[in-house]
Each structure stands twice: as structure tokens, then as C-alpha cells.
């Protein structure tokens, strides 16, 4: 009884003019959308390939590191799946750079284009979420009270129909109708990157794409199961639909802003570029404080008066006295180095403290949203995701206190300042024998399987989940 009412809800939703014209429309613009992210995803794999060439021949061509530079540098390579699901592949920075005063962010990997940025981006998740979840609204407002208007509804159940088995075959029937739709701008997805020169159709690749494909089904039944829970629930098709457009609206259009707004209001945290000019502006008086010292044992050690208009600073005399000054370098260093490690850790944490609660918050309010959970699950499985942005973010701070125990606290280049009421002269030079690149760190670039996609993943598909559920049993 349920199949009969599934595939006549079927053959009336696959030839109806609203279906045609909507799935038509996904179905088209799919090229479209892989075309405009294979286009971004070469662009950003050409820059890719120049940085690390540069990185590359400068690092044959010194062999050792000074105290910061390309050499350095952490690349991030650009993920394929953006060429689907771009979510903030683009909106990272190509590279970070490492130095005493910490990381410093290179550019975005995708420049701003005013009226494409304006307007927002296309990709598959949006054609998904968007145009396809509109489809399960106009496919399921009239399901049950359309039937209601037109008395076929009392027809039906002058038979021996049970009410959950009528519903449970509108719910089949809606689901299979949209479940392929999706699967034909899935595979045409998969064939338009194959087109455009990337490989998506194998290995790990091809098992996420299925997962994201799971991961919009469940979305769009979610939906569906809205739409016919507001239909039963409605006295005529007019009203089911002016309801479940207000609710795409909302949930679709404002929710998404509006938490993130509300999120940044009750929890302001600074932007990364303020919190990092602050730890350079705080590391530079600290290394100035560090060469003053410097300067003033000098000139302690070699007798010369701290205000005589004649003395300069010499590197011979440096070289002279170099055992002494050694000895009242290494307190003078250690004091630098764990003030540095206090003042910029506190900078760092209370950085990271607010940004992680108002991520917390923002994500908290848009989990009262279907198609916003569903951007940020799908995002997750696709490496796209916040939590592919916070493994980097995790990894560059790793490597960023390696360098430091290795290079920054001990740094090869001693400096020496001398204030005076005339200015202030500077004087630097190697100390000791700068390391080899070779001996350095490398750079552990996070490598997240199948398996990290999922988890991050998992309770974005719990809550598609549950609500599919509510709206199926309500």
C-alpha cells in the first residue's frame, strides 16, 4: 500500500512543470559551478606551485636561515573537493610565515572580486542547499493539502488507508524524487571535473563525494518531511506554502548572518591582523629592551662611558670581548626568552579563547537552522570546512614553538643598541653558526583521511538527522 501511494506520488512529482523547471535549473547550473571552481582551484595551484618553487631555490641558494623569511614558510596546498564545495578553502591564507615576534598570515588564497564577493559564491553545496531545498518546499506544500482541496484526500480514505501509511508513501515517493535529482547533479559534477582536468573519481576523493551526497540527502528529506508536516498540518496549499516560505527564508537567508552577528556581539574577539601587529609591536620592545642590555654590557666591559659622544659601537670589540659578553648574554636571553613566551602566550590564548567562543556561540545558533547545519557538515566532509581551518591553525602553532626552541630563543645574530639623547645606533652581527635548513623542523602540513572528515562532520549529520526524524514523526 505505501509503494502504490510512493510511485503514484512519484510519476505526478517527475512530471510535473515545478520539478522540470527547478531540477532543470540545478541540473544545468552544475557545469556552471564546477567550471567557475575548477577555474579558482588552477588558479590557486599555479600560485601554489610559484611560492614553493621560490621557497625551494632560495633554500638551495642559502643553505642556512636567518631569523625569518620565505624560507621558512609554511604553503598550504589548496584542497581539490573546492572545486565542489569551495566553504573556506579560498578565504585562508596561501602561507604563513614564522618569525620571532610569531606567524605572520600571508594573503587569502582566492583574491577579492567585488561583485562575485558581493553576490556570494556558487558552488554544489549551494545548489544543493538553496535550489534544491526550494524544490522539496514546492513539492511537498501541496502533498497533503492540495489533496485536502481538491477531495481526493476523503476518496483515499474512504478505503482501507491507514493515515501513517498515506504519509509514509507521500514520504517515499517526494524523497525519491528529489534523491534523484541530486544524483544526477552529483554524477554530472563528478564528469564536468573530470572534464575540467581534475580527478575526483577515485581514492578518498571519491568516498567523500558519496558521503557529501549522503550527507544532502539526509538534508533534503529534512526538508521534505518539513514540508509535509506543514502540509498536513495546513487548511489550504496556500498557507502551507506561505508558511514553509517564510521558514526557507529564515532559515536559509537570515539565520545564517544573524547568528554569526549575534555571536560576534556578545562575544567580540579581535582580528587576527590586530592580535598579530600586537605581538610584534610587543616582541620589538622586548627585543629592544634585550639589544639596550646588550649595548650597555658592552660598553660596561670595554670601559667606555655610557654617555661619551665618541665611542661607537664596534663589532671588533664584540669579537674582543667575546667570552665575557657571552656570559652576560645568557641571562639577558633566557629573561628575553621567557617573556616572550609569557607575553605572547597570554596574546595567543586570550586570542584564541574568544574567537573559540564565539565560533562556539555562532555554531550553536545555526544549528537551530536545517540548511545551515547541513553548509557546515558538508563543508567538514569536503575539507573545507572550520575544521580543516583549525588543524592548520593547530599545525602552524606547533611549528611556530618548535622554531622557537630550536632557532628564535637562541637566534645566530646577536644585536646591540645605544641610546643616546642624539638617537639611537644599532649594531648586529652573527653570534654563533646559524643552523642548517636541514636541521630545522619541517613543516607537518595537516593530512586529514575519511575518517577526521567524518568526526568533524558527525554532529552536523546527527542533528540533519535528527531532524528528519522530528519532522517524519511530527
Known sequence: MIWTIARRELMEQLTSLRFLIVALLAIGLTPLTVYVGSRDYANRLADYSRLAAEK???????KTVSRAGPVLRALR????????????????????????????????????QRLLDILGQLDLEFLVRVVLGLLAILLAFDAVAGEKELGTLRAVFSQPVPRAAFLAGKLLGGSVTLWFALAVAVLLALLSAQLFGINLAGGEALRKVLLMAAGSAAYLISVYALGLLVSALSASQKTALVVLLVIWVVTVLAMPPLATLVAQAVVPAPPPQATEQKKQALNADLKR????????????????PMDSPQFRLSWRDVEKHKAELEARAKPLRRAYASKRRQFLGEVDREAERLAARQNRLARVLMMLSAPATFAGAVTDLAGTGDGQREAWLAAVRRHQGELDAVLFEDPPIMSFARITPTGTSMMSGNWGREPRLSELPPFSPPRPGVDEAVADALPGLGLLAAYAGVFIAG
Do not use: C, H, N
Open 77 to 112: 596546498a589548496p584542497e581539490p573537493l573546492s572545486v565542489l564545495v569551495r566553504g573556506l578553502d579560498g578565504a585562508l591564507p596561501e602561507y604563513w610565515d614564522f618569525s620571532e615576534g610569531g606567524v605572520v598570515e600571508g594573503p587569502l588564497a582566492t583574491r577579492p
Open 56 to 62: 625551494q631555490k632560495l633554500a638551495a641558494a642559502t
Open 289 to 304: 629592551e634585550m639589544d639596550t642590555a646588550m649595548g650597555a654590557a658592552l660598553l660596561e666591559i670595554t670601559s667606555q
